[in-house]
């Protein structure tokens, strides 16, 4: 409950309530405006880039409510009751959540890949558990995720506030303790959360810059915008107060800190740090302006002229229908979104996404009224906290057991294998194994921080040669190979390490995702914010490369997605500059990067169980001239061009198992264990290049 702002006493004071239910129409406005602009960020809408700053408002808002609540108590009865609080949290979050999270997961199982739900279960087991934004964290920069967006991403945030809602209610104890008095203990919230907020923020600028994930999604750096919210709280009951002259003004200001970042803020922000400032100072200047009030009654919240404009205009009905249902539209939105374009393997129109977050809607106001409005007020449920215990418990048992419903790596192989043992499949069991297991099929370089994620920042992460080279390590006399580029040059590493172990010589592999080593600038498909991590990476091995001077450089790339990004002319050039500048110190081999199937190739194996030859693909035709195109390129200024494509694709025809093996992990990414089998046939093409 929160309460309108008296003008400013020597003493504390209780704030008058906005109506007769002590409830603020203004908040549940703000509610609304945080709930669309975070839906049209998601639905893609190009204008609101910067959205995901409601969820940012929506922080401020619970740590303000809250924190009144708690307040509120302890004036009446002296004492938190924490069972009630927890008890009225549960009967608040759980129905609802829960009952989108099972419906989530089965949709899923209904429209998307099985290897796609492979990656979800544990996810949805943290998410049942409140914990997703650890999860979400820890597994932010693994390249190994699946290229489709997780479904249940959006729990993050209700993950930070329930670890929030554990832990405040016992601080805001723990600081009125032995207080003599309601000033006293104001006085001890204030400093106490001051202190939180201080902590808060300093770990939030300094996550942001070394490890992004982790600030956006922990609740250590986002308590200080829950905390903001909460001194909000505090000051309004220390008889903080603005005159309405004043509180017009604020309001304004903070309208415009919160909606400018909607617009101006985006893929390429540096979020949360500093740049969170702004929504979050804005949310608690419409918070405080709200709260002012002329007249005797204090009807701040009501729509009436002695509010501040900006008060008035959040209480509009359009917005109040909104954050009515915010929660359960919150919920909704992103799973109708996500799973309908990963079920269709490709982007979804504007058309679609218009429907899909009309259908969101219409979800979210069933789900409010037959769920989360109808148990959140049920009295049985009610009357004793320990039946809301009891109530929860049941739900969170209900979604555990529904996330073991998703698939499992050996639950699809024993699928497909029950098939070919059939003989209604083309696979043989063992093959049926190596497809379930085929995304996860990746060189040894992923694990140990040879290969980079995207996200990794290299200025707290050193090139560790030593950890990176296999081969005939024992012999000082060794030649070195240094396998350099991006994620196509690591799938060569298990052959590479192979032909390194039989013919005597050491392979350094460096690599990182989306990074060539060839000089072109590189936007992040992800967000579409320029690379810089990649830049910083390629000095570093430019450098390495010059003091360790090793024998030969290995060259891999994606140089087609590059192309696009930069055009041909640029790669071209880019490409004779990198080769010519590594000559100076080392020979320089460059691979030919291999063909892409139209789509995931283990996805359309278990699709096509009984006629495999439909994922088969052409080499197309142009492809040839544009290997000798990049050729002339490499071997115009020294350097050694080696094309492995008949291997891969013998006779022009791209194949998706041979032998045990299956080729690709999806699209354009080759196994492991292929990737070894075809050692033999690699070091025919590249030992001539070697010379060593």
């Known amino acids: 409950m929160t309460q309108a702002l008296t003008e400013s006493q020597s003493e504390p004071t209780v704030i008058r309530p906005t109506d007769g239910r002590g409830f603020r129409l203004d908040i549940e406005g703000m509610r609304g405006i945080a709930v669309a602009v975070v839906v049209l960020f998601h639905a893609e809408v190009k204008w609101f880039s910067g959205g995901f700053v409601g969820v940012d408002v929506f922080f401020v808002l619970s740590g303000f409510l809250i924190t009144g609540l708690l307040l509120d108590e302890r004036d009446r009865s002296e004492t938190i009751s924490l069972s009630k609080f927890y008890a009225r949290r549960a009967r608040r979050l759980l129905?609802?959540?829960?009952?989108?999270?099972?419906?989530?997961?089965?949709?899923?199982?209904?429209?998307?890949?099985?290897?796609?739900?492979?990656?979800?279960?544990?996810?949805?087991?943290?998410?049942?558990l409140f914990g997703s934004n650890i999860w979400f964290s820890n597994h932010a920069t693994d390249y190994l995720q699946p290229d489709v967006i997780s479904p249940f991403q959006q729990y993050w945030?209700?993950?930070?506030?329930?670890?929030?809602?554990?832990?405040?209610?016992?601080?805001?104890?723990?600081?009125?303790?032995?207080?003599?008095?309601?000033?006293?203990?104001?006085?001890?919230?204030?400093?106490?959360?001051?202190?939180?907020?201080?902590?808060?923020?300093?770990?939030?600028?300094?996550?942001?810059?070394?490890?992004?994930?982790?600030?956006?999604?922990?609740?250590?750096?986002?308590?200080?915008?829950?905390?903001?919210?909460?001194?909000?709280?505090?000051?309004?009951?220390?008889?903080?107060?603005?005159?309405?002259?004043?509180?017009?003004?604020?309001?304004?200001?903070?309208?415009?800190?919160?909606?400018?970042?909607?617009?101006?803020?985006?893929?390429?922000?540096?979020?949360?740090g500093w740049m969170a400032l702004p929504p979050v100072l804005g949310t608690v200047g419409l918070l405080l302006a709200g709260s002012a009030?002329?007249?005797?009654?204090?009807?701040?919240?009501t729509s009436d002229t002695s509010q501040p404009y900006v008060t008035r205009l959040l209480q509009a009905q359009p917005l109040r229908w909104l954050g009515r249902y915010s929660y359960s539209l919150y919920l909704w939105h992103w799973p109708l979104l996500v799973i309908p374009a990963a079920a269709a393997g490709r982007a979804l129109s504007?058309?679609?996404?218009?429907?899909?977050?009309?259908?969101?809607?219409?979800?979210?106001?069933?789900?409010?009224?037959?769920?989360?409005?109808?148990?959140?007020?049920?009295?049985?449920?009610?009357?004793?906290?320990?039946?809301?215990?009891?109530?929860?418990?049941?739900?969170?048992?209900?979604?555990?057991?529904?996330?073991?419903?998703?698939?499992?790596?050996?639950?699809?192989?024993e699928s497909v294998s029950k098939s070919a043992a059939g003989g209604d499949s083309e696979l043989s069991v063992s093959l049926a194994k190596a497809v379930a297991e085929a995304p996860q099929d990746q060189a040894v370089v992923y694990d140990n921080e040879c290969h980079r994620p995207t996200e990794t920042d290299e200025n707290t992460v050193e090139l560790n040669l030593a950890a990176c080279t296999t081969g005939d390590t024992a012999s000082a006399a060794a030649p070195t190979v240094m396998l350099i580029g991006d994620s196509h040059a690591a799938h060569w590493q298990p052959a590479l390490s192979e032909i390194a172990t039989e013919d005597g010589w050491r392979l350094s592999s460096l690599t990182r995702s989306s990074c060539p080593i060839v000089e072109v600038p590189v936007e992040l498909e992800s967000t579409k914010a320029h690379y810089l991590q990649c830049d910083l990476w390629r000095q570093k091995i430019f450098q390495l490369v010059e003091v360790v001077r090793p024998s030969l450089v290995v060259i891999g790339h994606r140089s087609s997605y590059y192309e696009e990004q930069v055009g041909v002319e640029a790669w071209d050039a880019a490409l004779q500059n990198t080769v010519s500048r590594l000559s100076q110190f080392t020979k320089v081999l460059v691979l030919r990067d291999l063909p892409s199937a139209p789509n995931s190739v283990p996805k359309c194996i278990l699709s096509n169980t009984a006629d495999l030859d439909s994922c088969e693909f052409i080499v197309e035709d142009n492809d040839a001239a544009e290997a000798e195109r990049e050729r002339a390129v490499v071997e115009g200024v020294g350097g050694r061009y080696v094309d492995p494509t008949g291997i891969v694709c013998p006779d022009g025809t791209c194949e998706v198992i041979d032998g045990d093996f299956v080729v690709f992990s999806d699209s354009n990414h080759l196994t492991a264990s292929y990737s070894r089998s075809i050692a033999d046939e690699l070091a025919v093409l590249i030992e001539p290049a070697l010379g060593i």
């Open 95 to 128: 129905p609802a959540s829960m009952a989108v999270f099972v419906a989530t997961i089965f949709l899923a199982k209904w429209l998307m890949s099985p290897l796609d739900l492979v990656e979800l279960g544990p996810q949805a087991r943290w998410v049942a």
């Open 157 to 272: 945030s209700l993950a930070v506030e329930e670890q929030f809602y554990l832990v405040w209610p016992l601080l805001i104890l723990v600081l009125s303790v032995g207080a003599k008095s309601v000033k006293m203990r104001l006085r001890r919230v204030a400093i106490g959360v001051s202190v939180v907020i201080a902590a808060s923020f300093v770990s939030a600028v300094w996550l942001t810059s070394v490890r992004q994930p982790s600030a956006f999604f922990l609740l250590p750096p986002r308590a200080w915008e829950l905390g903001a919210g909460a001194l909000g709280a505090v000051a309004l009951r220390f008889g903080f107060g603005l005159s309405t002259r004043i509180a017009s003004k604020v309001g304004v200001l903070g309208a415009i800190a919160v909606v400018a970042p909607v617009f101006a803020y985006g893929a390429s922000t540096k979020f949360p």
């Open 293 to 301: 009030s002329t007249g005797p009654a204090g009807s701040g919240g």
């Open 350 to 413: 504007g058309r679609e996404r218009a429907l899909l977050v009309g259908l969101s809607v219409l979800a979210a106001v069933a789900t409010f009224h037959l769920v989360e409005d109808r148990f959140r007020h049920l009295q049985f449920l009610a009357r004793r906290a320990s039946s809301s215990y009891a109530f929860g418990a049941v739900l969170v048992v209900i979604a555990v057991a529904s996330s073991s419903a998703l698939p499992t790596t050996q639950s699809i192989a």
